[in-house]
């Protein structure tokens, strides 16, 4: 399996800064933040389904897009993998006609350009032999996180997430662990802001990962573009052996 980082910010502004979403090999994404728009029209046409931790439109918001260039040039409808509330909350608030149209109506009915196919939490699904499970996440809105598995190897993704036990008791299980991505949104003098939020901050990092017991290399994503120095020091202070790093556009992982 093939990760490639194309949106990894908290948020916007310059050429760093694109919201979440990963490509996986060439025809899956995980989450469709800014970060899709950088991909060409060939690269968006091949992509047959679309994962998504949450409902927030920093994960979300290129699928309008992305539908829109690509739906007429494709021989089927693009699959989006979501649990039932984020299904319920695209349809209604995104989808809609009166934000953007609904895919799943155009061009007609029968011949849709988007499918919807809910998920949930513990659930497995194999894609050509790569097998993704659906993660529990924490968040202000209902939430999930990612593990994908090659076989050789896995990474997983939590999403947008506050302290999670849940999450370690299936990351614990990962004999085959290669990589982890983790959540740290705020930096520690704004640790209240991400418990309210159910975001991480670097101590709270912390007492996360020392919840791990699988050897990883760690990356840091959401960080907001106006405290990235500042985040990542406070993470890099951080006492124990683990060394997390920044995750970067156009990162690419192999497993």
């Known amino acids: 399996m093939r990760l490639r980082v194309l949106g990894c910010s908290g948020s916007i502004g310059g050429q760093q800064n694109r919201t979440t979403s990963f490509l996986l090999d060439q025809d899956i994404l995980i989450d469709a933040g800014t970060g899709v728009g950088d991909l060409s029209l060939a690269e968006l046409t091949l992509i047959d389904h679309i994962f998504v931790t949450h409902s927030h439109l920093d994960h979300v918001n290129s699928i309008a897009f992305f539908l829109d260039s690509v739906g007429a040039l494709r021989p089927r409808p693009v699959t989006v993998y979501a649990t039932g509330p984020t299904i319920e909350t695209l349809k209604k608030h995104l989808f809609n006609w009166d934000i953007w149209p609904d895919f799943t109506q155009i061009p007609t009915p029968e011949e849709p350009w988007l499918r919807y196919q809910e998920i949930e939490v513990g659930k497995v699904l194999v894609l050509g032999g790569r097998k993704i499970t659906v993660l529990p996440a924490i968040h202000t809105v209902p939430a999930v996180g990612y593990l994908l598995d090659s ?13 999670n036990d849940a999450l370690w008791s299936v990351v614990n299980q990962v004999e085959n662990l290669k990589f982890l991505i983790i959540e740290t949104a705020f930096s520690d003098k704004d640790r209240r802001l991400a418990e309210l939020a159910l975001h991480l901050c670097p101590s709270m990092l912390g007492e996360e990962l020392a919840k791990l017991r699988r050897p990883a290399e760690i990356y840091i994503t959401h960080l907001k573009p106006s405290e990235i120095e500042l985040t990542m020091q406070e993470i890099e202070e951080l006492p124990g052996d683990l060394r997390p790093r920044p995750l970067q556009n156009n990162h690419v992982f192999e497993f």
């Open 151 to 163: 076989g050789k190897g896995s990474l997983v993704f939590t999403g947008d997430t506050g302290p």
